[in-house]
């Protein structure tokens, strides 16, 4: 990275906190032990995975109701075991998708206006997954599609609305720790607790490239950065550095740069900015947020600036670009999560006249939160990239958000009467007898394999 000083319309971008009557106080976040961002958030409302005892439950909040937050707030409570990630649907408001210890994926319907009581019947549930799911991450471009990963070491596509994953990649060594999608919603890429990051081609169900990106044992995460298509991953050196490097996916022998961070034990969290090419890093435990610009061409990383604050970092996600503060040049507003308080972060260009004049050489046309391809459309195949739109006026979101009608897959509940525990337990009785007698056939064979 160089420090040489160098021309660029973001290098005097600063961080500025929303003052706290501006905050949202009062947060009881998870304490589950688990990497998650614990926050995702739309221009209408953000949603934080709460602290909750016997099962897994989730607030969500208009982000229109600032102050103290009630101790009584009605909540999203539906799984059986703690969330571990949500994420709101990119084209759809109202619609949030939740992963859980109990291997399920929730989707919610929140009402308009926010809760007004406990929401515990989702409109769709996802199973498949054979141990707990740690992801959800939507496809940017094509309607009613979701990754998720499990600690079953696989990755399944689900056309979410008709409740079935159509297609599911292997080739994971062990648990899965960051999903995330290409710009145009073609690509996925993750990282592994084996230290590996992995390209997935999620339609063909296949790794189409792979490499140790960092050599620490604690965990990684990686991201495409937009249209440069080049890929952005933090994590931890041998010697615990924390470090991020940039990759070209045509060709992962080397990395195109790499760079130590500092000491400190927080996992780094990665935001990216496409219309600006601007990336920022926050770490968990830290106050300060660092942030840096990408060349266009994805190749070279260069060290703008830092937020520095007293306040530790929890978990964080990025505001979507079209609800913005375009008047007062505001490039990006990270949402962060601290003890007790969820605190808006908003970075701006500093510029005299954004009230009266558009500054369109910061603000390019932006994606629009509207799909461009069905979920039929992209599991056959086609791939289109996302819409752009001028946020010069400001953004109007179109009146009907994206459909969802789901094909309601009711979870498996397990028996009901006792007749039916009984049935199920002789079952499950003669299954066990039978896999313990194949076990004792092929004890036996390794024996005389083993005396050959």
Not at 315 to 343: D, H, T, W, Y
Request: one cysteine or more; hydrophobic letters at 35%; glycine letters at 8%.
């Amino acid at each position: 990275m160089s420090r040489v000083v160098r021309s660029s319309k973001y290098r005097h971008v600063f961080g500025e906190a929303k003052k706290r009557e501006e905050c949202y106080d009062n947060i009881k976040l998870s304490n589950v032990a688990w990497d998650s961002n614990y926050i995702t958030c739309n221009t209408k409302n953000f949603a934080v995975i709460w602290d909750s005892v016997g099962g897994g439950s989730f607030l969500v909040l208009p982000l229109s109701q600032k102050g103290k937050l009630k101790s009584d707030h009605p909540l999203v409570a539906g799984h059986k075991a703690p969330v571990l990630d949500i994420e709101f649907h990119p084209f759809n408001d109202d619609l949030i998708a939740s992963a859980s210890e109990d291997g399920t994926i929730k989707l919610w319907q929140i009402p308009e206006g926010g809760l007004t009581e406990t929401l515990r019947d989702p409109a769709q549930t996802l199973t498949g997954h054979r141990r707990k799911v740690g992801t959800v991450n939507w496809n940017p471009t094509a309607n009613n599609v979701l990754a998720t990963s499990s600690t079953d070491y696989t990755v399944k596509i689900w056309d979410a609305e008709k409740g079935r994953a159509n297609n599911t990649v292997e080739g994971h060594g062990n648990i899965i720790q960051s999903v995330s999608w290409n710009y145009e919603g073609s690509l996925l890429v993750t990282t592994c607790k084996d230290k590996k990051m992995r390209i997935v081609d999620p339609r063909q169900q296949s790794v189409t490239g792979e490499v140790v990106a960092h050599e620490g044992v604690k965990g990684a995460r990686a991201c495409f950065l937009g249209e440069t298509g080049k890929i952005f991953s933090a994590g931890f050196s041998r010697t615990s550095d924390r470090q991020f490097a940039l990759w070209d996916p045509a060709n992962l022998s080397k990395p195109l740069h790499a760079e130590n961070v500092d000491t400190a034990a927080g996992l780094l969290m990665p935001f990216y900015d496409n219309d600006t090419n601007v990336l920022f890093l926050a770490g968990k435990g830290d106050g300060n947020i660092r942030y840096y610009e990408i060349t266009d061409d994805g190749t070279k990383i260069f060290f703008l600036s830092q937020y520095s604050s007293n306040v530790p970092c929890r978990g964080a996600c990025m505001f979507p670009k079209v609800g913005v503060e375009v008047g007062k040049c505001e490039i990006v507003r990270l949402l962060k999560l601290s003890p007790g308080l969820m605190e808006p972060v908003s970075f701006q260009v500093p510029r005299k006249g954004g009230e009266e004049v558009f500054q369109d050489d910061i603000f390019p046309p932006t994606a629009v939160p509207e799909p461009t391809t069905s979920a039929d459309e992209w599991f056959g195949g086609k791939t289109v990239a996302p819409k752009k739109v001028s946020l010069e006026g400001g953004f109007t979101a179109r009146e009907a958000p994206a459909s969802f009608a789901p094909d309601v897959q009711k979870e498996d509940e397990g028996p009901a009467t006792e007749k039916e525990l009984r049935d199920e337990w002789k079952k499950q009785r003669d299954r066990i007898a039978y896999l313990e007698s194949e076990i004792a056939k092929r004890d036996v064979k390794i024996k005389e394999l083993q005396g050959h």
